[in-house]
């Protein structure tokens, strides 16, 4: 009579092969996770991307359109009114909402505002354009348009900053800390003067250096009247072509206000 024999499975090897298995999930669902989060990053650059296009797009129609309206009536008046009026209609019927009286204005003016293409902000939306035109102030428009792209604003938070003026804020902060710099260089120089100038040596002279140059400081400064001091803007760094162009459209609309101001008041008289 032969006796029957029931093989014993080593534990061990049970345990192994149950640890393995898990070992492979756990390395499946981390792969999941993995292709999924790739997924993800994938489909919102290509969202982004696409977002970031099609507002650059829609800036430079509207950019286009006031560039034609401008050019095509001039001086006529009465003309722009018919013909924002003839498009608006037109292009309404045509292609629906977006292309209203008023939005056709606002493209007008937001070529006469920025008549080279190459100074429009790609980070900035036609929304955000549309409050930063209506800054009217240009030192203050450029001032949020770059910060509204540095900081990625939104619309609403633009809005904001300008209705809580936040550049005029900024500016009063560096005109007062403008003075008290300016009162300490004085000290400076009156010291330099009473203990190591020579009887022979010429007034010693004080340049303050400011990141914007400030009317305020030198009207009211109690220093205005020194000969030896002046206040000098420099930049931190060096400035694209663009920003010394938008530099230098401010000074140039600075310009002529003032000369139109001074003819206004020849005609007066």
């Known amino acids: 009579m032969s006796e029957e024999i029931t093989p014993i499975?080593?534990?061990?090897?049970?345990?192994?092969?149950?640890?393995?298995?898990?070992?492979?999930?756990?390395?499946?669902?981390?792969?999941?996770?993995?292709?999924?989060?790739?997924?993800?990053?994938?489909i919102d650059s290509s969202r982004r991307t696409i977002a970031n296009a099609v507002n650059t797009s829609m800036v430079k129609t509207y950019w286009v359109i006031g560039k034609e309206l401008v050019e095509a009536v001039g001086e006529r008046a009465a003309y722009g009114r018919h013909l924002i009026a003839f498009l608006a209609e037109h292009l309404t019927a045509e292609y629906g909402r977006g292309f209203s009286?008023?939005?056709?204005?606002?493209?007008?003016?937001?070529?006469?505002?920025?008549?080279?293409?190459?100074?429009?902000?790609?980070?900035?939306g036609w929304a955000q354009y549309r409050r930063i035109m209506r800054v009217k102030d240009c030192e203050a428009r450029e001032f949020y348009a770059s910060e509204c792209a540095v900081s990625n604003w939104s619309e609403r938070e633009l809005k904001r900053q300008i209705d809580t003026n936040l550049y005029d804020r900024l500016i009063h902060t560096q005109r007062a800390r403008a003075l008290g710099d300016l009162a300490q260089l004085d000290f400076y120089l009156n010291f330099f003067d009473d203990k190591f100038r020579l009887p022979n040596d010429g007034p010693s002279i004080g340049i303050l250096l400011c990141s914007q140059t400030s009317d305020a400081v030198a009207r009211y400064s109690s220093l205005a009247k020194k000969d030896n001091l002046y206040a000098?803007?420099?930049?931190?760094?060096?400035?694209?072509?663009?920003?010394?162009?938008?530099?230098?459209?401010?000074?140039?609309?600075?310009?002529?206000?003032?000369?139109?101001?001074?003819?206004?008041?020849?005609?007066?008289?």
């Open 232 to 269: 000098a803007q420099y930049y931190t760094y060096l400035p694209t072509e663009e920003e010394l162009e938008v530099v230098l459209r401010c000074k140039r609309e600075e310009h002529e206000r003032s000369l139109a101001h001074e003819l206004t008041e020849g005609e007066g008289e």
């Open 101 to 124: 009286e008023r939005t056709l204005r606002d493209a007008r003016r937001f070529y006469r505002t920025y008549p080279k293409w190459h100074a429009v902000r790609a980070e900035l």
């Open 9 to 42: 499975h080593d534990s061990g090897d049970e345990l192994s092969s149950a640890s393995s298995a898990l070992h492979s999930f756990e390395d499946l669902c981390a792969t999941d996770e993995r292709v999924l989060a790739a997924a993800r990053m994938a």
